[in-house]
């Protein structure tokens, strides 16, 4: 199983930005996709997640209204939509498939990409 994360990248304060990842190698078929994030010197948060029915949960406070996950189960992808970005944004995210149910928890996701970069700069 591999995961595909792009899209990061440098944007100033306010700014948007959208991240995709594409799974392939397996079924993905009830697996829960979701984005993590990690900025200097912080542990990795669960940012959202995306069930195969499209129910979708969100992590910290601060990102709920701002951020909109979502995904095509055709394409075996999912999507992080940004917008109203603060520099506190800035971190490597990491997309990542549980086959074990929706969870806020690391452990619990069997696959994970390999990170991309936002900056949240002006």
């Known amino acids: 199983v591999q995961l595909q994360a792009s899209g990061g990248g440098l944007v100033q304060p306010g700014g948007s930005l959208s991240l995709s990842c594409a799974a392939s190698g397996g079924s993905f078929r009830n697996y829960v996709m979701a984005w993590f994030r990690q900025a200097p010197g912080l542990e990795r948060e669960f940012v959202a997640g995306?069930?195969?029915?499209?129910?979708?949960?969100y992590g910290a406070d601060s990102v709920k209204g701002r951020f909109t996950i979502s995904r095509d189960n055709a394409k075996d992808t999912v999507y992080l939509q940004m917008t109203s970005l603060k520099p506190e944004d800035t971190a490597v995210y990491f997309c990542?498939?549980?086959?074990?149910?929706?969870?806020?928890?690391?452990?619990?996701?069997?696959?994970w990409g390999q990170g991309t970069q936002v900056t949240v700069s002006s």
């Open positions: 995306i069930g195969w029915g499209g129910v979708t949960v």
């Open positions: 990542a498939v549980s086959g074990r149910g929706p969870s806020t928890q690391m452990r619990y996701y069997d696959f």
